[in-house]
């Protein structure tokens, strides 16, 4: 496939498109990537938000990030040593030669010197470069060296769409290998130059601590930085967001980041395995019992690092939403955890929804029923047909291993499909993550317990860095069929037997085809199927 990514100056180049409000001009410095030593950093230096080193100029500790692009808009992340204004230039020149300035927030202890700065009015298929500068609030003479980045914007009606996903980042003691680079399979993500990166969930681990070595099969060591957050499970604020820190420790993760935008959901590593509200654990490394209190200061972790714009329709503080990516993708991001009932064994065969909730499941078929995209892609947290258990007697997942009708939380699914029915939508696809395996699967109603629905795709992908597991078992309740599967031969078979995954998503604006490409730790396809649109 091909990308077309048209240049339209005339919108750019007007101040109003970028800040309305007024534009602030920075000094004007070449911009310096975070260099590899902060691979080796200790997390200290970074950690305590109110010890600030005064002296000498501003800092940007962790590299930059955008994400949630959609039509006309974006959002820049970073992270300061000290309390400063974050400010942005925007550029399609990577010399900045030509740019616009847009004012960010000050940033404090209170959000751990993070801070995002919106933009608006952004051109149809462009490739845009950002840098970010901290500049003192004392001295605005005083600024940080600039940390550059890349977006590509919201596509128009004639360019193409490449994005990929994945997920499960730093997990079962495989965190950030300095022989690596940091991330493996991050060098190869990077390589594919990506529109932008869905991650499923499990962006951290924070129940997962790493130790400093970790001896393999063949007889050589992983190796692991170690920082004191990632050394035990995360209770407190400080531990949580030391999760997201400790990531940004990998160079070739950083630097893939940084030149592509995220969409990002949340699934349970990010609290703890397998939680639910209103959990008490039963875990002798936690000191703090209740997964509700862990949960909040999680959600203000997830939120302090991760570049998520402010456009959830939901009060409560879950983060599902829709990204219109141009006129044949809109992105429909799930919460499936925030509201999600007790692991139980799924015998329920009442309606209580208890995965994604009544109001969430009425905003996506509402949202569904007026989307005009070609492509409606639906990333779920949690696969649809897999069976997952908690323990011996309980289900983690959606499905139970029943494969006759809905119980439990397949009932709540199969009100989603069947609505989709109702409003006559076809092109639908999943994508997913969790499992720790990669994997294409078919829906059909011809094989399925419950049929009211039209048939559709799945595709699982993970992990990124973590223990490879799986397969799991498919229950039949949806007509579920393994079309391909790439799995490791052992549990938490480590990253360095390569059994890590992503997928890729293509959509091409001339055919309208969606095709989706499922690839190994070094980027290579390992399995592909294209789709055709069904027209009404």
Request: aromatic share 8%; net charge negative.
């Given at each position: ?293 862990l949960a909040q200061r999680a959600r203000r ?10 456009i959830s329709p939901d009060a409560e503080g ?219």
């Amino acid at each position: 496939m091909t990308s077309d990514h048209a240049s339209r100056p005339d919108r750019l180049d007007r101040p109003d498109r970028l800040d309305r409000r007024g534009l602030l001009r920075a000094s004007a410095l070449s911009g310096l990537a975070v260099g590899a030593a902060a691979l080796h950093a200790p997390a200290p230096a970074f950690a305590s938000a109110p010890a600030f080193v005064r002296a000498g100029r501003p800092l940007l500790t962790h590299g930059v990030q955008s994400g949630d692009v959609r039509d006309g808009r974006a959002v820049l992340w970073s992270r300061a040593d000290r309390p400063s204004r974050l400010v942005a230039e925007i550029s399609r020149d990577p010399s900045f030669r030509r740019s616009r300035t847009v004012r960010g927030p000050v940033v404090t202890p209170t959000t751990d010197l993070t801070g995002e700065i919106a933009l608006t009015g952004l051109p149809d298929g462009t490739d845009l470069h950002y840098r970010i500068t901290a500049v003192d609030l004392d001295d605005r003479r005083r600024t940080s060296r600039p940390v550059t980045g890349r977006l590509r914007t919201a596509p128009g009606r004639h360019d193409d769409v490449r994005f990929l996903w994945s997920g499960d980042i730093a997990g079962q003691g495989w965190g950030v290998n300095p022989d690596l680079g940091g991330f493996r399979i991050a060098d190869a993500m990077r390589a594919r130059h990506a529109d932008f990166f869905l991650c499923s969930g499990d962006n951290v681990y924070a129940d997962g601590p790493v130790v400093a070595s970790v001896a393999l099969p063949d007889g050589s060591t992983w190796r692991n930085v170690v920082t004191p957050e990632k050394a035990k499970v995360a209770e407190t604020l400080e531990e949580f967001r030391g999760q997201y820190r400790y990531n940004l420790l990998a160079d070739n993760w950083r630097a893939f980041l940084a030149e592509t935008s995220q969409v990002v959901q949340w699934d349970d590593h990010e609290v703890t395995n397998n939680w639910y509200p209103g959990e008490l654990l039963d875990d002798a490394r936690y000191t703090e019992k209740r997964v509700d209190v862990l949960a909040q200061r999680a959600r203000r972790a997830f939120h302090d690092y991760l570049p998520v714009a402010d456009i959830s329709p939901d009060a409560e503080g879950r983060v599902y939403r829709v990204i219109h990516y141009g006129p044949h993708l809109d992105l429909f991001v799930l919460d499936m955890r925030t509201h999600k009932d007790a692991n139980t064994a799924g015998r329920e065969t009442a309606r209580d929804g208890g995965v994604l909730g009544t109001r969430q499941t009425r905003w996506l078929l509402d949202e569904l029923g007026r989307s005009r995209a070609t492509w409606k892609v639906i990333a779920a947290d949690l696969p649809l047909g897999l069976v997952v258990p908690d323990g011996s007697s309980a289900q983690e997942g959606l499905a139970q291993g029943d494969p006759g009708a809905p119980l439990g939380r397949e009932l709540d699914i199969a009100d989603v499909l069947t609505g989709l029915q109702r409003l006559g939508i076809r092109n639908h696809v999943w994508l997913t993550a969790d499992v720790h395996y990669t994997a294409a699967h078919h829906y059909s109603p011809d094989r399925a317990a419950h049929q009211d629905f039209d048939p559709f795709w799945e595709f699982v992908s993970g992990p990124l860095n973590a223990g490879a597991f799986g397969p799991n078992a498919l229950d039949g309740t949806f007509g579920p069929r393994a079309d391909f599967v790439a799995a490791p031969p052992t549990a938490n078979t480590s990253p360095a037997d390569g059994f890590q995954f992503f997928g890729e998503v293509e959509v091409d604006a001339a055919s309208r085809e969606l095709t989706v490409t499922l690839r190994d730790v070094d980027g290579a396809a390992i399995y592909r199927r294209t789709l055709s649109p069904h027209r009404r």
